[in-house]
């Protein structure tokens, strides 16, 4: 049994403290502190600057703080094996508040029914029954440069050691010339991948990998790998689209023939290098269209970031158009050093939604009205309905986790989201642990952008590891592992709201998908797949398209240079995520002159900080926000919402600060 006395005083939900215990000499270490009289707290934020992402631990203030606590661990399923614990705390590069946090502290361990292991000289000259034999190891398969921002990491990848004295861990050592020193080991895991975090962008480096039994005894093996690290060029895609009527005869919000229309962009910069001064014209790309406004500026984007333009495009849709006819826009980017690229955007035309009240359900025995679709957009589409395994009665989707690089989904068909709409669906996993994950995502601008919602309700996830060709962000939360059988996931989404109270998805239309991605390699053993069956919504409605009934009314096209502001706008600020100061931009309407309030929020929906409140006229404006509160202290890193408000309409999005 093991007892110590301790006391809290960290950031709430953002610095904490772990027990951990090793049972192979501190190469891996394993969580114990929910296994303790206590328990831990709850999980602190997903936050990329520290260690203990989206972990439980002991965080904030301990219950009976000044006071120390007792915590007894009963180590007995561990009897019979040597054991290390070790106190473990992280916390990210700030904290919030003036008030200085204590930290934590230990008194008073203790361990009874227990033997000390000590190191000491061996009394016996000739040792028996200990196995000399290095394990049996190729070494080090390959290196390779993950393209990480700030090109400051390399994946180095191998294949597993033979040895009787199991279990095998594999020391990792790195150096900026040949050959490489084996004195020290930066690192040291019994995985068969290990990412090098930490080296310096512009140089060679050189990697050997070796492998080491129980008995202490490492293998020879001189494979010796070597990467230039070099950063690539931009890369600009289109991240999301979603466009405003300004001028309709149906009031349906479907671009239909004589009908104009603003189109807000949001561009992401998909590289690790930064993009300075870009610019953005909108083309028609077909017949259907007449651009009425065509430029915009995105300023600098940062690798990795995202960030939409200083004002939307304005198009009109053609009288002539026909019925379902799908019409191109294009998008020409541009930015300093020569960038230059072309992103083409489909609408559907001409077109009208019916709507059908059901309890929409698929146990995937025979084809729903509206079927599903599912598409990779990396690795092959191995999407399939299959009878190896169903939770009633015999069929249900599948796909397989084969060992490459994978993104691929599962799509429902439109789906209405009623105020007392509920998700559910049954799953069942197999996937490899810290590696490979799926999600549960949601759009409601047809596919064009999705938000997680799985981890806003389900408490099975895990967060992955370094991510080695995985379309998913380390540190996240996924579906990852083994789940154990089949399981029943719930979400509420008609009940979703915002934290400030704005609903989700109640009164819209909605895509649903089920996403897997997968790196580019599995460790033994073999790993199966993800099993879907049941999907269920209920107090719903399928929607289906039909040709427009309206006739075509008569809208007069306005030049670019003449027009009014095209619609009170609130547009994702920049740069997304921000470090320092981020702009926020945003359009009012003639209707909308006068009182605007423009305000930051917490993910508690508390107020941080008000940015604008004043009357206000009709066009462009933009104002900068330094991250501070209304007392000009600095905030927390991690999620926040900002909203506007306006005589017609009230808009809400969410901005990411970053240290």
């Given at each position: ?18 027990l951990?215990?090793s ?14 009289n ?5 999980a ?49 590069l ?31 000259p000739?040792c ?35 040895d009787v ?18 004195t ?77 229309f ?12 930064n ?26 984007l ?9 004002q ?20 020409d ?27 929409f ?11 599903f ?22 069929h ?23 105020a007392?709409s509920?998700?559910?669906?049954r ?9 490979d ?15 997680d919602?799985g ?14 060709g ?30 400030l109270g ?36 209920t ?35 920049r ?56 007392s000009?202290?600095s ?14 309409r ?10």
């Open positions: 049994m093991v007892t110590f006395w301790h006391r809290y005083d960290t950031e709430d939900d953002w610095d904490g403290c772990l951990e215990l049972l192979d000499g501190g190469d891996t270490w394993s969580d114990v502190g929910d296994d303790t206590i328990g831990y707290d709850d602190v934020m997903v936050n990329p600057q520290s260690s203990i992402s989206g972990r439980r631990c002991w965080n904030g203030q301990s219950p009976a703080f000044p006071t120390f606590e007792e915590v007894t661990l009963n180590m007995a399923p561990y009897a019979g094996q040597p054991c290390q614990l070790r106190f473990r705390m992280a916390s990210d700030s904290t919030t508040g003036t008030t200085p946090l204590t930290g934590w502290n230990i008194d008073d361990f203790n361990v009874t029914g227990a033997d000390i292991l000590r190191e000491v000289c061996e009394a016996t000739v028996s029954g200990q196995e000399t034999d290095a394990p049996l190891f190729a070494g080090l398969d390959s290196a390779v440069n993950p393209n990480t921002t700030g090109c400051d990491a390399v994946d180095l990848k191998w294949s597993a050691a033979a004295s199991e279990p095998v861990s594999y020391l990792v050592y790195v150096s900026p010339s040949s050959p490489v020193p084996l020290t080991p930066v690192a040291s895991t019994t995985a068969l991948k290990y990412r090098v975090p930490g080296l310096t962008a512009g140089q060679t480096w050189y990697f050997v990998v070796r492998a080491r039994d129980s008995q202490g005894n490492i293998d020879g093996n001189s494979v010796e790998r070597s990467v230039t690290l070099a950063c690539d060029l931009p890369e600009l895609t289109v991240r999301s689209t979603s466009i405003a009527p300004l001028e309709e005869c149906d009031d349906d919000g479907r671009p239909d023939g004589t009908e104009q603003a189109l807000s962009v949001v561009l992401l910069n998909d590289s690790f290098s993009a300075k001064n870009v610019q953005v014209t909108l083309r028609d790309n077909s017949s259907n269209f007449v651009v009425l406004g065509s430029t915009a500026s995105f300023g600098d940062d690798a990795r970031h995202d960030g939409a333009g200083d939307p495009f304005v198009f009109a849709v053609t009288a002539n158009t026909l019925c379902q006819a799908v019409g191109q826009l294009a998008l980017i541009t930015a300093d050093g020569g960038y230059a690229a072309t992103r083409t955007l489909d609408l559907l035309l001409e077109t009208d939604i019916t709507v059908q009240s059901t309890n359900f698929d146990d995937v025995e025979s084809p729903p009205a509206v079927p679709s599912h598409y990779a957009e990396d690795g092959g589409d191995a999407w399939a309905i299959v009878t190896t395994d169903a939770y009633s009665p015999t249900s989707w599948f796909v397989p986790d084969a060992g490459g690089i994978t993104n691929s989904s599962l799509q429902s068909p439109p789906l209405y989201v009623s007392s509920v998700l559910s669906f799953h069942r996993f197999i996937l490899e642990s810290g590696f994950g799926a999600v549960l995502e949601i759009s409601t601008d047809d596919g064009n952008s999705w938000t919602i981890a806003s309700y389900n408490s099975q996830q895990e967060p992955l590891g370094p991510a080695f995985s379309p998913f962000q380390p540190g996240q939360a996924y579906w990852s592992g083994d789940s154990g059988g089949w399981l029943l996931e719930t979400v509420n989404l008609g009940a979703m709201t915002s934290p704005e609903s989700l998805y109640a009164g819209r239309t909605a895509l649903v998908r089920w996403r897997i991605g997968c790196d580019d390699t599995n460790s033994e053993p073999p790993f199966v797949g993800w099993w879907i069956d049941d999907i269920s919504l107090n719903s409605q399928v929607s289906s398209l039909q040709c427009d009934a309206t006739p075509a009314c008569a809208i007069s096209a306005v030049p670019e240079t003449q027009r009014p502001p095209v619609a009170s706008l609130l547009h994702q600020n740069p997304n995520p921000a470090r320092g100061t981020t702009a926020i931009a945003f359009v009012l309407a003639p209707g909308d002159a006068g009182p605007v309030r423009l305000t930051v929020y917490d993910v508690a929906g508390r107020l941080v900080r008000n940015l604008v409140q004043a009357e206000r006229d009709a066009g462009h404006h933009e104002v900068t926000w330094s991250g501070e509160d209304e000009g202290r905030v927390a890193p991690g999620i926040y919402f900002y909203e506007l408000v306006t005589g017609s009230r808009q809400v999005r969410k901005l990411m600060l970053a240290n």
